[in-house]
């Protein structure tokens, strides 16, 4: 056995640091999807970039498949290990290994989570602003290419992730980038390492652009009768160029949960947060000036405010979406499903999943980050009933159809990992999606990087 | 001879677009460098996606190398065809294919330049805002990953291709990207083909991030004692959150040559220039904000305006920056080099190549984008003496060293052309620039796009 002979060789050079514990391999192949338990054969923890070199060199020589993991948090089953082999568990790699103030830069270890690093950095004026939801490790945001709920103005992992240190599947180290700005010398290798989703290397330390704590932050929310009308707001607004911070949008269901969740009284109907950030007049002028747009588009309600408490109180929806969604039915769970397409489809794609949705047997509420174009579907059932997880996966699939045909993508931030792999070729075209191959084999020819992932299964 | 066998059947497919003229030839041959004229086997001039894979079919079949070109612009040698083979002329393909304004996006042929897209797009409220100072063509500044003066605010071609078409080596077509904002669907091979420098493929159409068209623009200028002050006051700018939309430095010896060039008399000082876009308030309050940091700097004068003339007159200099320059040496010509750093380092290394300059029997001042970092040398050289021209080269190539062991890039935004060919591995160390030949080989494997250039060659 070539795993068993790749993992003899580990334990001699990790020790402890090896496990083959059932609990670790259970804790290792949990996923938050449908997919179900696939343990990995061991769990692998490294400390060092160094130390991932040496386990990649033993990997690669007896071919044994190499998965990274960092909080478990994806939606589409990027690290699970379905061909058997190690996970190599980054959490022990979670230093912030230097500020650079001046540089607006920090360089941190994968392992560091998002909210641990803003926490490093609260003492410096700077914060990271890439928020995909989640307390998410920085390594598997990058990965996965995340984004969230900020990027409509601070940008996803791509514009945020300044270089890297990668380890290559046959242990090589290379560098990436680097505290400069921008460069202009050869292939963008930064960019081709976020969202390889773990399949060309494993990402071992990180620059990343920081920015600085806004002076003032507004908040705003208002109901709509319509998606359209909530559509046609943010569109305007970005048109009249008011910078949001972040813009986001709860449809007429997710109001419905809420109800029941926080025992409140709100309309049953699309919502739209906002939130600005910059200096106390502009935050101020920002609000109005979108509370002006949100009218002329037959808001029913509007509300801002510049103080912590009355902002939360706006944004409270927003922030229980995920369990007002789940109110909606008690005792069941969730696939969440994630698309993006151009912003002048949105309100039509909105409402083609939501008619599909009402179709269906199952509920499932829609919110979005809709400045990006970008949705997702909370798909309610129960994940032990084939049927409904058919139909919660056939909803999703329509969903990424009806993306494509529109000019936009399967997957606007929670990547491909299980759950989109089928439809690749239909974003991409053959030829598009063989590329990705060529650059694989090229990269990792034995295939032992995340194997069963991103590129076409032969 | 293949590339002869190559030419019959490109010149039954083309016709008259298919050019062995001389003065065609020899157009296609020179470059704004100190490389000598290096004219193709002859110049197609495609009008389609389709005829550009045609043609690629036919290069790849008999192994003929393929170069494309643009305007000419670059100053690195990137479009001489220094193998032979088909020098490929994007100039006829230069349309706007579809404006979406709700996308805040367009999508364009490569040959179109900045300044013909603008014009097409002024009645539309938007722009596109990367300038790299020639008025070059979009696809020559996707190839390169170009930036320029709106960098620190709206972003290099790497913010602003949403999605390419490009025709592989051997003519299939591919798409990346597309009219959505952020994907994560797979490996981002938008980025992978921006910089690229025509080795990967043949970009046939962009589609490309636009922006409103600013309501006001405020300009600034001030004169500082020492380099050291103005970049302190750059860096503090941007640590005080107020948004330059350009911020340009030229040093004593610009301004010097300016006053020879448009007999002036400004201080032989370091200037620096500076944009802003937003409301009318807005940018008065960021230049007043502005005004206040370059003060606490020891500024020796701060001048600023809103008034369309005004912010000309102010520029001048900058506008004005190469041919300045070329005034402090009447007759000579110039090798333009290029850096970037991180900020923190920018201070030391315009002072380390100010020195090394001055010790050199060469002028050359220096200039640049100081907001990204990114800062330029023009060396005054008579480019038929080869002596100069190695002094010249010798200045470049410390420069890049010196950039690279701060950090730094070997290339903020001229990319690696003839010119910067041999640092590459300086910048990336030899397993970082072998994965560049990985994926070179993977993509291109008979070594016909652009070949000489951006990857190590054996």
Chains 1, 2 share one sequence.
């Not at 997919?35 to 040496?54: G, H, K």
């Not at 319509?226 to 046609?232: L, M, P, R, S, Y």
């Not at 101020?284 to 939360?312: H, K, M, T, V, Y």
Request: with cysteine; aromatic share 6%.
């Amino acid at each position: 056995m070539t795993i068993e002979t790749a993992l003899t060789e580990l334990s001699s050079l990790l020790g402890d640091r090896l496990s083959r514990s059932k609990s670790d391999l259970e804790t290792h192949g949990k996923s938050e999807t449908y997919f179900p338990l696939t343990p990995p054969d061991a769990v692998a923890y490294p400390l060092s970039t160094e130390d991932v070199s040496a386990i990649l060199r033993i990997c690669h020589t007896h071919e044994c498949p190499v998965v990274a993991w960092g909080t478990g948090t994806s939606l589409e089953a990027h690290a699970l290990a379905v061909q058997g082999g190690i996970c190599l568990d980054m959490t022990k790699m979670n230093r912030v290994v230097e500020v650079a103030p001046e540089d607006f830069a920090v360089t941190v270890e994968p392992g560091i989570t998002r909210e641990e690093l803003n926490t490093e950095l609260r003492a410096t004026g700077l914060f990271f602003p890439v928020d995909p939801g989640a307390n998410a490790s920085i390594g598997g945001m990058a990965a996965t290419r995340a984004s969230g709920t900020t990027t409509v103005r601070y940008g996803s992992m791509r514009d945020n992730v300044l270089g890297l240190t990668v380890v290559l599947a046959d242990g090589r180290i290379i560098k990436t980038g680097g505290l400069a700005r921008k460069s202009a010398a050869g292939y963008d290798l930064t960019s081709l390492f976020l969202g390889s989703e773990g399949t060309l290397g494993i990402i071992t330390s990180l620059t990343l652009r920081l920015h600085g704590q806004p002076e003032a932050i507004s908040a705003a929310a208002c109901v709509f009768e319509t998606v359209d009308d909530a559509v046609a707001t943010v569109i305007e607004t970005m048109q009249s160029g008011v910078p949001m911070a972040r813009i986001e949008l709860v449809d007429a269901d997710t109001a419905r949960g809420f109800n029941i969740y926080a025992k409140a009284d709100i309309p049953e109907k699309p919502h739209l947060l906002i939130e600005f950030h910059g200096s106390e007049s502009g935050v101020a002028e920002q609000a109005e000036s979108f509370g002006e747009i949100a009218q002329d588009n037959n808001a029913l309600a509007f509300r801002w405010s510049n103080r912590p408490e009355e902002r939360a109180e706006l944004w409270k929806i927003r922030h229980n979406a995920y369990y007002a969604s789940l109110a909606l039915r008690p005792g069941a769970s969730a696939i969440v499903t994630d698309v993006c397409v151009p912003i002048s489809k949105l309100a039509d794609a909105i409402k083609a999943a939501q008619a599909d949705i009402a179709a269906s047997f199952l509920t499932g509420p829609i919110l979005g980050h809709v400045g990006d174009g970008n949705f997702h579907a909370i798909l309610l059932c129960d994940k032990n009933d084939p049927k409904e997880v058919a139909e919660a996966k056939r909803l999703a699939t329509e969903m990424s159809r009806r993306s494509v045909e529109v000019g936009g993508t399967i997957t606007g931030e929670h990547g491909v990992g299980m759950g989109k792999l089928g439809l690749m070729e239909l974003e991409h075209g053959s030829d598009g999606w063989n590329v990705m191959g060529d650059i694989k084999k090229a990269l990792d020819p034995t295939n032992i990087m995340n194997p069963g992932k991103l590129t076409r299964q032969n």
